[in-house]
């Protein structure tokens, strides 16, 4: 029986987090449990500090493993990840004065698997793999806004104040796979298989609103309205296909070819969704005359390809070339299909009409192992046929006549004609001696709108980081590094985004080499994250929504024992 317990602090939101497990086996088996849980307040920045950033999470791990008979493994697995009032800071689709939080949000996840090996010579391994995955998410959002006043000509003034916006979801994936390996000879590796998995997606969302109705005689009516609807109409995405991957060896093992491909079928199937499900006054059902449809009920049918090839050569014992050819095929989503988000301000819609993504990608790059100078460089590239993407638009929520209407401004889900992805990325370590390691990393992404000749959202900056390590196993390890990203200035970003400037941040982190104690080891770890202290904005999440600065400077420690 082994295990080891962490616990640790982190001061930018005094949060504290503990974790423990505990693994045992004997020949034919092997159990392993763990736990941890963790609570965090608000989080601070240098300009003060981050509302509603604050959460509870616990999580629950298992593994079981048995071996019923020689060359059979049975394994299983479960884990539980649950959070609780987690807030969602910012958010565009959110007044100013909003708040927001997941009252709850957590994952159950059910794994099993039965694998059989050395079948025949040739015959390699047999493995039958089945999961069942529920998602759950509630949210709680007070809008904490002014009420609306509207006076009628009647001379009755009615009074609307929103109390609470209630979104749930919940989320439901279950497959399985059988897959085979087959050893063709010492330089032939071959794997097929079929698999199949469907999701199904609910959800509702409850707004409750205070009206209140004053009367020229100065009476008062207060009437309780629950709104119910759907951000998603019931739906499910299914899909079923086989696949298989060759790896090859020649040139006296210089050089690997692996070519692969997989064949798809594609089911989407939802229900009739509407603007409102049901109303309900002062408890009451109340007779629908308004209600409108979002999305019609549909069944759709597709089928997709794709394949890969790739090319690993080794130039020397120490410097191989690497090349990736791809062609993708990605069908668009359950949200991307069928969100309506409707948070007053702001509407996010999706699109069931959407056309699936197709791409052909390359990448190429060099990768060096030596004594004391390792380098792994690539470029890459992507074109893509109907991206899917979100575009600016607008939404018709009320129509006052027949030719005029009421509108709110809206993300709406489209495909871009033809889009480039394309960049490089590398990654550099010298040892300048046997304790000392200087190390370089960085990343370029680059995305464009063909038809449009513009570019395309949510592409990060150019980012990198540049660092020192010092390491000795009598003593520990130190190490500190700056990270920088460059800025996105407008003419350089896509419509609608937000600029950002370019940052760095300064990092340090330390460790002490394992004391033991006994049958007991313990090793300490800390840092300082972002020690200036400097105020920076990430372009991802601000443009994601409205969180202007990240952490500040943050102190944390852990602590480990292994029994």
Not at 30 to 39: E, R
Not at 404 to 419: E, S
Not at 462 to 468: A, E, V
Request: contains cysteine; hydrophobic residues 35%.
């Amino acid at each position: 029986i082994h295990g080891n317990a962490t616990a640790g602090y982190a001061s930018v939101n005094n949060s504290h987090s503990e974790y423990l497990s505990l693994n045992a086996g004997g020949k034919r088996w092997f159990v392993k449990v763990n736990g941890s849980y963790g609570h965090a307040n608000d989080v601070k920045t240098p300009e003060g500090i981050l509302p509603n950033s604050g959460f509870t999470t616990n999580n629950l791990g298992a593994k079981f493993g048995f071996k019923p008979a020689e060359n059979h493994l049975l394994k299983l697995q479960f884990q539980r990840n649950w959070s609780t009032d987690v807030g969602i800071p910012g958010g565009a689709a959110f007044a100013p004065t909003a708040t927001a939080k997941y009252k709850d949000i957590g994952r159950t996840l059910y794994n099993g698997s039965y694998e059989i090996t050395n079948l025949t010579e040739s015959f390699k391994s047999l493995k039958l793999n089945g999961f069942y995955q529920y998602i759950v998410r509630n949210v709680e959002m007070i809008p904490n806004s002014a009420p609306t006043v509207v006076v009628q000509p009647n001379g009755m003034t009615q009074i609307t104040a929103p109390q609470s916006v209630l979104p749930n979801a919940t989320h439901e994936t279950f497959g399985g796979q059988l897959q085979g390996t087959w050893k063709f000879g010492e330089n032939n590796t071959f794997i097929a298989g079929i698999d199949a998995w469907r999701r199904n997606i609910a959800s509702t969302r409850t707004k409750n609103i205070d009206m209140t109705v004053v009367k020229p005689t100065g009476d008062t009516v207060v009437n309780k309205v629950r709104r119910v609807e759907s951000p998603f109409p019931k739906a499910s995405f299914t899909s079923a296909g086989i696949f298989a991957q060759d790896e090859i060896r020649c040139l006296n093992d210089r050089m690997t070819i692996t070519l692969g491909g997989r064949l798809d079928g594609i089911f989407v199937k939802n229900a009739i969704g509407y603007d409102v499900d049901s109303i309900f006054k002062n408890g009451e059902l109340q007779p629908m005359t308004t209600q409108r449809v979002t999305f019609e009920a549909g069944n759709e049918r597709d089928f997709s390809w794709s394949a890969n090839l790739g090319l690993l050569y080794n130039l020397t014992e120490k410097t191989e070339l690497v090349m990736n050819m791809a062609r993708s095929y990605r069908a668009a989503s359950l949200e991307e299909r069928f969100k309506y988000i409707d948070l007053g301000s702001k509407v996010q819609l999706g699109n069931p009409n959407l056309k699936p993504e197709k791409g052909y990608s390359a990448d190429l790059g060099i990768r060096h192992w030596g004594n004391k100078f390792d380098l792994q460089f690539s470029v890459f590239a992507n074109r893509l046929t109907d991206m899917i993407t979100e575009v600016d638009g607008e939404f018709i929520y009320h129509l006052t006549e027949e030719s005029t209407y009421d509108t709110l401004p809206a993300l709406i889900y489209a495909n871009v004609d033809k889009a480039l992805l394309y960049g490089c990325d590398m990654n550099v370590n010298y040892d300048i001696t046997d304790h000392l390691r200087v190390f370089m990393s960085g990343a370029l992404v680059v995305g464009r709108d063909l038809e449009k000749q513009a570019y395309l959202p949510q592409i990060p900056p150019m980012n990198g980081r540049l660092g020192m390590a010092y390491s000795n196993p009598k003593i520990g390890a130190i190490n500190l590094s700056v990270m920088a990203a460059g800025a996105k200035k407008e003419g350089k970003i896509a419509a609608g985004e937000k600029p950002t400037k370019g940052y760095y941040r300064l990092d340090l982190t330390l460790n002490t080499k394992m004391f033991e104690i006994g049958r007991c080891g313990l090793q300490f770890f800390g840092g300082i994250d972002n020690i200036t202290n400097v105020a920076y904005t990430n372009f991802l999440s601000t443009n994601r929504s409205n969180i202007n600065f990240e952490p500040g400077r943050n102190f944390y420690i852990r602590a480990n024992i292994t029994f």
